[in-house]
């Protein structure tokens, strides 16, 4: 299994030797872009994180695509699921853990990406991305991350540890 967890600042030069590395491996060459934790600040975010990858990956010549996942409904569409088998990676970005874990936890989406974990894609986390594999998580949409409330069920696959990249409380 290959995982990369990095706490903040998705496709920025500083991660070019993960992302090469991302896609050394297993698969056909190809990062799909999951920004779906981004999707309840609205379109246009989720749009400026999928452009900002594709812009990203471009310059360093990686085939790279978005996958169009912004809701529960659609975790579950087999087409969608499908589009990231054979992939080399698959780079989860950021925005808020709980929803990325609510919306893709137990879907056909997740049990595919499980099946390609064990195949050998790469999953890529950065923010959000990293701090939805937990047991627990955290909801940004809670105005007070320091309330119980703002704690919520994540994914639960990483145990016993709560991530929490650039955390600046």
Known sequence: ???ALLGSGEFEPWSVVVDRWAVDGSGDGRVVIVPTASAPEGDDA??????????HYGRLGIDAEVLPLKTREQAHDTSIAGLIRDASAVYF???NPYYLAQTIEGTRFWHVLLEELDRGVAYVGCSAGVACLTEMTYDTAVDDILSDEAYKPGL???????FAPHWDH
């Open 1 to 3: 299994m290959r995982i």
């Open 46 to 55: 989720f749009a400026g994180w999928a452009s900002k990858a594709l812009e």
């Open 93 to 95: 970005s950021g925005g």
């Open 156 to 162: 639960g696959f990483v145990h016993g540890t709560l």
